[in-house]
Antibody
């Protein structure tokens, strides 16, 4: 079965960077794109960007452009999301989500990674 | 402030039918398909409805959705206690070039 397993919780200081991983299994990794979505405490879901796991092409939200980088390691079936210059208001749960081909539909989600930004 | 507007909360009793609205604009709902996600607090979202009105396998037919113009709605009939969750609409926005989510609607089963 499809599984997306994310790395563990992180605590970072303001201004630092965080890198979260998402390991996929149960399907052909390069046949599906992967997106990242975050959710602050009591907040709505916020889309961050996505990667074409086949060719590595990426697209990021306008809000985070320049601070977020999504990469993949096809040999490890893993996608990474790195966010730099962290701010306290970016304390959130970060999710990876698999994309149904040709759509922006997220059919499977990782369990989420809590990132706490605090001095 | 969300690009897509949903009521913050709604409620119903077991067996009732409830609807959740999602209002957008011509650049998002008006020109793209809508998806709905269910999120039980403390867990990851789950795909509930895709492409306006399609149910993934395993989603009961008590859940249905529709889209008209720049609005969409999710209906849940035969309400059950396990339906208590947050519900989010989502679509692509052609102006922002981003996936956009509604603010979420908290459904309480009384």
């Amino acid at each position: 079965q499809v599984q997306l397993v994310q790395s563990g919780a992180e605590v970072k200081k303001p201004g630092a960077s965080v890198k979260v991983s998402c390991k996929a299994s149960g399907y052909t990794f390069t046949s599906y794109a992967m997106h990242w979505v975050r959710q602050g405490p009591g907040q709505r879901l916020e889309w961050m960007g996505w990667i074409n796991t086949g060719n590595g092409d990426t697209k990021y939200s306008q809000k985070l452009q320049g601070r977020v980088t999504i990469t993949r390691d096809t040999s490890a079936s893993t996608v990474y999301m790195e966010l730099s210059s962290l701010r306290s208001e970016e304390t959130a749960v970060y999710y990876c989500a698999r994309n149904i081909v040709g759509t922006k539909v997220f059919d499977h989600w990782g369990q989420g990674t809590l990132v706490i930004v605090s001095s | 402030q969300s690009v897509l507007t949903q009521p913050p909360s709604t409620s119903g009793t077991p067996g009732q039918r409830v609807t959740i609205s999602c209002s957008g604009s011509s650049s998002n709902i008006g020109s793209n398909t809508v998806n709905w996600y269910q999120q039980v607090p403390g867990t990851a979202p789950k795909l509930l409805i895709y492409t306006n009105n399609q149910r993934p396998s395993g989603v009961p037919d008590r859940f249905s959705a529709s889209k008209s113009g720049t609005s969409a709605s999710l209906a849940i009939s035969g309400l059950q206690s396990e339906d208590e969750a947050d519900y989010y609409c989502a679509t692509w926005d052609d102006s922002l070039n981003d996936v956009v989510f509604g603010g979420g609607t908290k459904l309480t089963v009384l």
